[in-house]
């Protein structure tokens, strides 16, 4: 078996089961097996694989064909400039909420100093990525999983910066330390009703804290607003990912709060996906 049959393999039995990137999927879970970058096995096709590989490769194929998303299985994923640890219980980075980042960058182009707060820290993935972008900024992470917490601390450990950042476990309700700058989150918003209908990938194995926002799917952004009203300075910035349909929802709950909406994004499929926000009195 070589590393050209082995992908074509493995794409014929993710394709039967309508997984939709299967090529993709093989390459990244076979260049995982071999610790190696995909570009290797495009230049190396007709290396021969080892039957101890072979075995690896196939049992994560078995598994990626049950639905398993890639990112369980190699335990990491990119984004934005970096690449995260990953573990189930936790939420998959997604590249839609890259834009919060390139919102945020954009929102904070001329400052050097700001105190960040990440509610629903999750995997680090946000707040991390932009203390690696801005070298003077400071963060806390907090979430109400211990699992978020233990593996946010990781993921800074990983991208050293650690000496910048501190993850709290609590839930929002309880938090009121400190007073900031800029508050960021990517809350559950998904439906509860409409849980059901998410891909089986992510309705299967992505955990439901992260996805379920009650039962209009606003229930957890509107803690956050709340919470950000008390824990952000004068003047200071709320950056929300939202639900496609959520936009008048949220921007009426935020304005009875006294912000004054900035700016809404869209995502990379053109649905609104971030509102920022400043607090004003
Ligand atoms: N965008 C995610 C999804 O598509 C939902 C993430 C969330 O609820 N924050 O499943």
Do not use: H
Not at 53 to 66: G, V
Not at 178 to 207: A, Q, T
Not at 210 to 230: E, P
Not at 239 to 260: A, P
Request: hydrophobic share 35%; aromatic share 8%; net charge positive.
């Amino acid at each position: 078996m070589n590393i050209y049959n082995a992908i074509k393999e493995g794409s014929k039995i993710l394709k039967k089961k309508d997984i939709k990137f299967s090529d993709l999927d093989c390459e990244i879970l076979l260049a995982n097996v071999l610790k190696k970058q995909r570009k290797y096995l495009i230049l190396n096709l007709d290396k021969p694989l080892n039957k101890k590989n072979y075995e690896i490769y196939k049992d994560l194929i078995n598994q990626r064909s049950n639905g398993k998303p890639v990112a369980y299985l190699t335990k990491k994923k990119d984004f934005w400039n970096s690449e995260f640890i990953i573990e189930e219980g936790i939420l998959i980075p997604r590249p839609d909420t890259e834009v919060l980042i390139e919102a945020t960058l954009k929102l904070f182009k001329n400052k050097d100093y700001a105190n960040i707060l990440d509610i629903g820290v999750g995997s680090g993935c946000i707040l991390l990525s932009i203390l690696k972008e801005k070298p003077c900024f400071y963060g806390k992470g907090v979430d109400i999983s211990s699992k978020s917490i233990s593996l946010s601390k990781l993921n800074a450990k990983k991208l050293s910066l650690e000496n910048r950042v501190k993850f709290i476990k609590t839930d929002v309700d309880n938090f009121c330390l400190g007073k900031y700058d800029l508050i960021i989150s990517n809350p559950p918003y998904i439906n509860s009703n409409k849980i059901k209908y998410l891909e089986k990938d992510v309705r299967e194995f992505e955990p439901k804290l992260a996805l379920d926002g009650g039962l209009d799917g606003t229930f957890k952004t509107l803690k956050i607003i709340k919470k950000a009203s008390t824990l952000l300075k004068s003047n200071g910035k709320l950056v929300l990912e939202i639900g496609y349909d959520q936009k008048t929802k949220i921007i009426c709950l935020l304005k009875k709060r006294g912000f004054y909406i900035n700016n809404i994004i869209k995502d990379y499929a053109k649905n609104d996906r971030c509102i920022i926000s400043t607090k004003i009195n």
